[in-house]
């Protein structure tokens, strides 16, 4: 029971750390539960599912309020990076957020969400699907290939 506990946070805590803008990978994590078939893969699903929705909640929430230091010297992104990720996002709107899966596209699109103030339901909605249509593709190749 302590063994599965320790999976399931250590998998919970790679999916969020993934989802955010640091570089991690949860495919891996969820990759190697899954083969080891200790613990039921749509339950893992579910746990690496329920924590990258919720980092990207966290990037959503930054660039809701991101903005008010953008003027700020120490600001990580700059000027132009800033005003192209608006524009996509703005010509591509909340559809775009359908590509939060992909690595190094995904978690930035979801800080923009945040910034263009994208409403939380409709992001919520658009994220899941994508987050949660990866790790069900990914464990159905596990699966079949295991």
Do not use: C
């Not at 083969?35 to 959503?60: D, R, T, Y």
């Not at 991101?66 to 132009?80: G, L, T």
């Not at 923009?112 to 994508?130: D, I, Q």
Request: net charge positive.
């Amino acid at each position: 029971m302590t063994a599965d506990l320790a999976a399931y946070a250590g998998l919970f805590a790679s999916a969020f750390l993934a989802a955010s803008l640091f570089p991690a990978q949860s495919e891996v994590v969820l990759g190697g539960l899954i083969l080891a078939k200790m613990q039921p893969a749509w339950l893992l699903i579910a746990v690496a599912s329920l924590g990258n929705i919720l980092g990207s909640v966290l990037n959503w929430l930054l660039g809701r309020g991101i903005e008010r230091y953008r003027d700020k010297q120490w600001f990580p992104v700059s000027e132009a990076s800033l005003s192209r990720a608006q524009q996509f996002y703005g010509r591509w709107g909340r559809w775009s957020l359908l590509l939060s899966w992909m690595p190094v596209v995904g978690d930035p699109l979801t800080l923009v969400a945040g910034v263009m103030r994208e409403p939380l339901p409709s992001f919520l909605v658009l994220v899941a699907a994508a987050k949660i249509g990866r790790y069900i593709v990914l464990a159905a190749l596990l699966e079949h290939w295991s």
